[in-house]
């Protein structure tokens, strides 16, 4: 054995230190070498000279060569979104590969640029606003007319909506409507009460209406009814009407069908929950009737009753009217038979429609008036057969 690489008991010996010191200088010497050699590679077949392990990237770089995506354009050819269109295609000897890959002499890279995406066109036929038309001032409501939505033919773009083409393709008709009463030969009224149940004036009303021997129609609202669920049955349990007011009471007339449809049926159920039976009448917020609210009740399944008579007991709950008032609104133009009275029981203040009401009553019964709930006045008239 060599005694230079013999072990010594202090550690390596002179001669074993000198022969690993020259391995590594070596070793430096040869990677620094390489360092220095330069290779050959071809990007979209253009001559690219790189160090010795460079990499995809370098060599694009070198040739000025950019990865660059198509642009999202609508069919205009104005840019939506830079850069969101198909991305670069780039390969290495044929072979899909990544900017971090390493080149070897003689490699070939080959990059596509992304090209643009266009929107894609669709047509749609779409419906334009219906006309709406009320005539008469009734309690009752009838179709008059159906009429039908205007219809547009439009071409758009998929992704921006931007309309590039339009045309009529029906105009639109109105639908009319009638508000009329029925002819009743027996001097029926009907007392209706909106915008409840309310925690107060509701039980108010109910005694009056208890004392007197009078059923009435309730039309409720449902937030009102999921706040006081046992009025509601005590409502129902005392022989009275139940009637459906939407369930915000905020729906306007330019409220969207499927609004109106969704707020109808969710007080019906509310309704049918608590007393084993769905809303047959519907009455508007406001008595503001359009096609969508006349759409939407005849889908659910109810009749649309308003009024022809008005109290103006909101007067009150604005601190403008007193009972007297609300009382000589009734006295002063005796009904018509078949009629049916607008009153309040929620929304405000009710102290003074239950007040009025007290007077009311024995008033309409000393002219001759019996009192019944819609039902029963459609029994009379024949219409629920």
């Known amino acids: 054995m060599h005694r230079a690489c013999v072990p010594a008991s202090t550690g390596l010996s002179r001669g ?45 770089a070198a040739a000025g060569v950019e990865l660059a995506a198509g642009d999202l354009i609508d069919a205009d050819g104005a840019v939506l979104e830079v850069g ?21 002499p ?18 749609e036929t779409v419906e334009t606003a219906q006309p709406f038309e009320v005539v008469g001032s009734g309690s009752f409501v009838k179709v008059r007319s159906p009429g039908a939505p205007g219809k547009v033919t439009v071409k758009k773009g998929l992704i921006t ?12 008709s109105a639908m009319v409507i009638a508000r009329f009463q029925y002819a009743v030969a027996k001097k029926l009224v009907v007392l209706s009460f909106d915008d409840g149940p309310h925690p107060v004036y509701t039980p108010q009303i109910l005694e009056v209406l ?14 009102q009814v999921a706040s006081y669920p046992g009025i ?3 409502i129902y349990a005392e022989g009275h009407e139940i009637g459906n007011h939407t369930y915000s009471h905020t729906l306007t007339e330019s409220a969207p069908e499927s609004d109106v449809l969704r707020e109808i049926n969710d007080t019906s159920e509310l309704v049918e929950k608590l007393t084993g039976g769905p809303t047959r009448w519907v009455r508007p917020v406001g008595g503001a009737l359009s096609a969508s609210f006349v759409h939407a009740a005849e889908a659910s399944g109810h009749t649309v ?12 709950a604005r601190g403008s009217g007193r009972s007297d008032e609300i009382r000589l609104i009734v006295a002063d133009a005796p009904p ?11 929304g405000g203040y009710r102290g003074a429609t239950v007040q009025a009401l007290k007077a009311i009553i024995p008033y309409l019964r000393e002219q001759g008036y019996e009192f019944c709930t819609l039902s029963e006045l459609w029994h009379f008239l024949g219409l629920d057969t």
Not at 106 to 123: A, F, H, K, L
Not at 210 to 223: I, Q, S, T
């Open 16 to 60: 074993c230190v000198f022969v690993l010191l020259a391995a590594v200088i070596a070793n430096v010497v040869s990677l620094g070498a390489l360092a220095f050699v330069h290779i050959t590679v071809y990007v979209n077949d253009r001559e690219v000279h790189l160090p010795f392990g460079a990499r995809v990237a370098q060599a694009l």
């Open 84 to 104: 969101s269109g198909n991305p670069a295609q780039l390969t290495l000897n044929g072979a899909r590969c990544d900017t971090t890959d390493r080149v070897a």
């Open 106 to 123: 003689g490699d070939r890279i080959e990059v596509t640029q992304g090209v643009p995406i266009i929107e894609s066109i669709v047509v």
């Open 161 to 172: 909506g931007k309309v590039f083409e339009s045309a009529k393709s029906q105009e639109p």
């Open 210 to 223: 208890r004392d007197e021997g009078v059923h009435a129609v309730f039309f409720v609202v449902g937030a």
């Open 232 to 234: 509601l049955k005590r």
């Open 305 to 316: 009753v308003l009024w022809n008579v008005d109290t103006q007991d909101w007067r009150a």
């Open 336 to 346: 018509a038979s078949g009629s049916v009275i607008l009153m309040h029981d929620g």
